[in-house]
């Protein structure tokens, strides 16, 4: 009986590298399909002219202006508040 027993053949060098490019095609092609999509996606990205840009800009900045100052008075107020308390 042990003479009749069947060998499992051994992978060669070539089956073992081709397995592994295998995987390696599988994660190229899912990389291949995500950078396919984010083009797709900057297709459909409707982007600002130079005056809109310029007003929006514009206006993040004088807000941004406002709101700090804003937060300066209330820190200061809070500021006065809490030593007065203190003292």
Known sequence: MADTETKIPEK???EKSAKKSG???KKEGKLALF???VK???KKII???RMTLTKQS????IVSVITGGLIAVIDRVLQYGINFIIK
Do not use: H, L, Y
């Not at 514009?58 to 900045?61: L, S, Y």
């Open 35 to 37: 950078f396919k999509g």
């Open 12 to 14: 060669t060098e070539g």
């Open 47 to 49: 982007w600002p002219d």
């Open 40 to 42: 797709a996606e900057f």
């Open 58 to 61: 514009i206006a993040v900045v």
């Open 23 to 25: 995987s390696d095609n």
